[in-house]
């Protein structure tokens, strides 16, 4: 176990498999306590377990992104159980496909409630509890779509966008309260998400990274838990690429 995190407390969004799992992970392994996040408590068993497995201590919430409410109630219970809030890491999204002449507004909405203002009331959220203590570090996941695009991700591209806009903003007002705010930019990892894809998709994907392979969850939580250690206390308003070179 390092200490890089030690007497910290984290929360991942996601944290139920993939990106958010591993992060979740290795924020334990670095001696944070953890507060793991997905729609459903079952979700979060195996992964509560690893925690406790490897000396760590998490708490669990639950709530659904597209409703701003459980997101409220969520975080006053960090606040009532754990009293502090150091870290987060808002990775939790949703990845919808649909070609720009068949999307319905429906999937827009939903695809941008839950990736995007998800992601900026959880920002809010977290920095209320951070400016208590003049010190934070807020780590949101954007992705490659965000800033290249691919046909078929107009929703899930301009969310991703939307994420990169929210970060650069929100660590130009953090700044002066002692809160970093950066994003990771990830390209093809190995998880559901790109499970999900079709073998032509998956093809096409890997064509593009240069270094001829897809990324691992624990690659990227890598590059969340040096954002959020004091290793980046300097470091605020940046999109940090965990691609391969992903040449989109
Ligand atoms: N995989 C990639 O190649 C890739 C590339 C670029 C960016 N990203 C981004 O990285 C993040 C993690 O991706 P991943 O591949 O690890 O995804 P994943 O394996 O599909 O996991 C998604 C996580 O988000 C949670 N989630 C989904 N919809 C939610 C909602 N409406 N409300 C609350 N939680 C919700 C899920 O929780 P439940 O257990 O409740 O389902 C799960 O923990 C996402 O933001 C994604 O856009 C991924």
Redesign the pocket.
Known sequence: MSEDLAGKVVLI????????RATALACAHAGAVVVLH???RT?LEDVSEQVLGIGGKSLVVT????FPEGIATAYESIFRVLGRLDGCVN?????TSGLLGMISAKSIQETLG??LQ?TILSMQYAARLMRRRKQGSIVN?S???GTRGAPGLVAYAAS?AGVVGATLAAAKELAPEGIRVNAVA????E????RALSAEQRAQSLSQIRMGRAGR?EEVAQAALFLLSDRASYISGQVLGVDGLMCV
């Not at 969004?13 to 990106?19: D, F, P, V, W």
């Not at 709530?63 to 597209?66: A, I, N, P, T, V």
């Not at 998880?191 to 790109?194: E, I, K, L, R, Y």
């Open positions: 969004t996601g944290a139920s498999r993939g990106i958010g997905a729609r459903a979700h709530f659904d992104l597209s990775n939790a999204g949703m990845m839950c990736n998800g996941l992705s490659i779509m991703k990830p390209g093809f990892i998880t559901d998400m790109t969850a």
